[in-house]
């Protein structure tokens, strides 16, 4: 049933020479200009004896004639329900007895197809063109790697395209919020340009992996939140910020039927929250895991002076290491652990929680950094763990609760929904984060900072 309407949907896009023409025109004619681009580097490089850098530069171009083609097909993504709702063809596919999870995979293998064929076909010709002018070839790997990525980055773009064709009332909203998928996956061809001008090859095999887990997390998302029924009764979208309020708020203090708890039963609700995260805190612990192997290991690679290394065996902390030390107060230790809090919360809405754990991981690569100059100036690692378990295990509790509430809020976004909305959900999410913060963790953070203060 899902290569029906991936049938339907490219015999459609097919019949639209406003689309196909444009779309062949800068498909064949930007790897031209590449070639010509690349033609004048490489003479120009090898004039003054900088064959090098030319010779890095070119698989950017490589890059860059995939990338193009894709931006623009875009709009076939970009149209494929809100522009059928627009054009009053919706119903009729609606209607039809396909289930949710094939009109959603259909509709989006039909939008993936031209933009990867588009961008096969100008590297095709962009590296012909290569082979010809300047002799030059790409190495299997970094071919097999540009193609990979240039796949990734469609399927990434086209997925979060029809996720928000379906989420949109019209194309031209569709078309707006475009933007957003873009300008990342400009910035991303950037930081490509450097691992390739940099010859980290290497790298490029772990930014594949992320974009595959990125891409499986969007077509995800997508399945889980396209609801038929929903799309054909959305005609405009409004902010309401009165309900929005509200369902925060009743989500906070445990209103129901029109009651709000008293504050011992309120404390006990909020208790009974934590079971719910065992997931998430599973996650979280596996990034403290993560973070501690991997500041274990840059302290290794990028171990300090003997002389520092010997005041860390020397303090058992931080205090006495010059430019590391923090000016320690009770204000400073109970406000800084909110800030990290605080700061994976908000980094998370946006990036499905990818941000917010980097965030996270970072006072524990920091730790394991730290142990690791211990175990290298032959210190006794146990006596600096020790150092720290009064409060660090209050912290890591905390942290932990903390973490685990944040990233449950963040996964509501690719999680399937139950009688109630996507919106409903997340703000339900955003009220219990808040409720643990200020119930569980607020006062343990209060406690560990106590103790380390004072102790």
Known sequence: MVSTIVRRELRDASRDWRIIIPILLLT????????????????????YGATLVANQLIPFLLLVVGFFPTSFSLVIALETFVGEKERKSLEPLLATPLTNRQ??????????VPPLLASYLGMGFYLLGLRLTVGWVPTPTLLLQTLLLTTLQGVIMVAAAVVMSSQTTSVRGANLLASFIIVPMALLIQGEAAALFW??????????????????????????????EELLGRDIDQIRLGWMWRQVWWGFTGRKNGRFPTPLAWYRQTLSLLPSLRLPALATALVIVGGLVLGGYLGQQYALPPDLQARFVAAGDLSQVPLLAPDTSFAWAWTNNLRLILLQMLLGVFTLGVLGLLAFAVPWVMLGYWLMQVWLAEGS????????????????????IAGAAALRSHLIFIAPLHQQTISERFLTAVATFFRLLLGVVLPLL????FIEISI
């Open 381 to 400: 690692v146990g006596t600096a763990v020790f150092s720290l378990s009064p409060h660090g295990t209050i912290e890591l509790i905390a942290f932990l």
């Open 446 to 449: 209060w406690l560990a900072a």
């Open 28 to 47: 064949l004619g930007f790897p031209f200009l590449m070639n010509f681009t690349a033609q004048r580097l490489v003479g120009f490089a090898t004039r």
């Open 199 to 228: 010859g980290q090859y290497a790298g490029l095999w772990w930014l594949i992996v992320g974009l595959a887990l990125t891409a499986v997390t969007l077509i995800r998302m997508g399945v889980h939140i396209f609801n038929r």
């Open 103 to 112: 009109l959603y995979l259909g509709k989006m293998v039909a939008a993936l």
